[in-house]
C-alpha cells in the first residue's frame, strides 16, 4: 500500500502538464481502495492472473504513454507491447530495451522532506519536462466516508472535537512491531503525559488477540482512556476515523503512511531493518517526529534495544504540539 501511495505523487504533475489528458492506474485491485476519489485518475485497471489478458486490456486503450513504476520484467514487455508511442520506465540491463526512455535512478535526494522513493517516481517525469517538486502522497476521503466515520465515533461516545489519538499498535508482520511491553509502557506514558485524551488503537483482525494480550497488561488509568471497542471494517473507514484525529503514533507502516498522506500529525517508530531515509517523507516536518532504533544506539539490529525512554523527549514534544 505505501508502494501505491508514493507512485500516486506523479499524477497531479500529470494531470498539471496534460489538463485534457485521461490516466489509468494499472494496479492490484486489492490495493485500489486506498486510491478511492483521487481526481486525478480516470480509470483503474486491475492485473489479471493471465497476463495475455492484461495485456489485451492495456492495448484496447490505445494509450500514447506509459510509465512503467515497477520496471519488472513483467511490467516492462507489457509496456513495450501497449502500442505506446512513449514508454518511461528505470533503467536495468535487463529491461532498458522496453522502453524508449530508460531512467537511471539518482543515488542523492533533492529534498529532505521526501524520500528516494518518492523522488525516484518524480524523476520518471524528466522526459517529458516536468521538473522536480516536492510532491507528497495524498489520500482523499469521500463526503459519505466522513459522515459514516462522525458516526463511528458517536457509536463509541466521541466526538472530532475530542483529543483522539490514533494508534498503530502493532505492524504488518512481527519484525516490524515494535515490542508489545514497550508498546505497553508507552500507552502507559502517553495516557498519564496526557490524561483528557482518547486512544483508538488500530490493528489487523489477525491480530485481535495480540491486542487483548496487550490490553491486560495496562493499569486501569490507561484502560479508561482507551476505546477498547473500537473497530473499523476496512482500509477506508479507518482513513477516514484517522481523518478526524488529531494525531497517530504507532508502528511505521500503511497506518503511518496513510496519516502523513491525510495530512494527520505522525509520530513514526521505525523497525531496525526499516531505513528512514527511504520512509520518512513528510509534508509536515514543522511536527512529524521519525525515530529509528540507530539514533540511539548505533548499528543496532535488536528491536529490543530500542527502549520506550528514548522516544520520551520526542513523543512530549510532539503530544504539546498536537494534543491541547
Known amino acids: 500500500m505505501g508502494d501505491v501511495l508514493v507512485t500516486s505523487t506523479i499524477l497531479s504533475l500529470l494531470k498539471n502538464k496534460y489538463p485534457k489528458s485521461e490516466i489509468s492506474f494499472l494496479l492490484e485491485e486489492k490495493h485500489s481502495q486506498i486510491l478511492i476519489g483521487n ?35 513483467e511490467t516492462a514487455i507489457i509496456t513495450f507491447f501497449s502500442g ?40 520518471m517525469l524528466e522526459p517529458l519536462g516536468i521538473q522536480f517538486q516536492e510532491v507528497f502522497p495524498k489520500v482523499y476521503i469521500q463526503e459519505d466516508e466522513l459522515k459514516n466515520a462522525q458516526q463511528i465515533l458517536d457509536e463509541n461516545g466521541l466526538s472530532s472535537t475530542d483529543n483522539l489519538i490514533m494508534i498503530s499498535t502493532f505492524g504488518s508482520s512481527e519484525e516490524k512491531t515494535y515490542p508489545i511491553e514497550y508498546m505497553v509502557e508507552l500507552l502507559e506514558y502517553i495516557t498519564g503525559y496526557k490524561s483528557n485524551a482518547k486512544i483508538l488503537c488500530n490493528y489487523l ?90 539514533d540511539f544506539v548505533k548499528n543496532s539490529k535488536n528491536y529490543s534495544d530500542f527502549k520506550p525512554s528514548f522516544l520520551k523527549t520526542d513523543l512530549e514534544e510532539f503530544l504539546d504540539q498536537t494534543i491541547v
Open 39 to 73: 481526481p486525478n485518475i480516470d480509470h483503474f485497471l486491475f492485473f489479471s492472473n493471465d497476463s495475455t489478458k492484461t495485456l489485451s486490456e492495456i492495448k484496447q486503450y490505445k494509450f500514447d504513454l506509459v510509465i512503467d513504476l515497477y520496471s519488472k520484467i
Open 84 to 123: 505506446a508511442k512513449t514508454r518511461i520506465g528505470f533503467f536495468k540491463k535487463y529491461t532498458q530495451f522496453f522502453y524508449n526512455y530508460p531512467v537511471k535512478r539518482s543515488t542523492k535526494v533533492k529534498s529532505k522532506n521526501t524520500t528516494l522513493g518518492i523522488e525516484h517516481r518524480l524523476q
Open 205 to 294: 483482525p489477525s491480530q485481535k488477540k495480540l491486542f487483548g494480550t496487550l490490553y491486560s497488561q495496562l493499569s486501569d488509568r490507561a484502560k479508561s482512556s482507551i476505546i477498547k471497542n473500537f473497530d473499523t471494517k476496512n482500509l477506508r473507514e479507518f482513513a477516514a476515523v484517522t481523518s478526524l484525529c488529531k494525531c497517530l503514533i504507532g508502528n511505521e507502516g500503511g497506518a503511518t503512511n496513510v496519516s502523513k498522506s491525510l495530512d494527520i500529525p505522525t509520530f513514526t517508530i521505525f523497525s531496525p531493518h526499516i531505513r528512514k531515509s527511504d520512509w520518512a517523507w513528510t509534508s509536515k516536518p514543522e511536527v512529524d517526529k521519525f525515530l529509528h532504533i540507530n
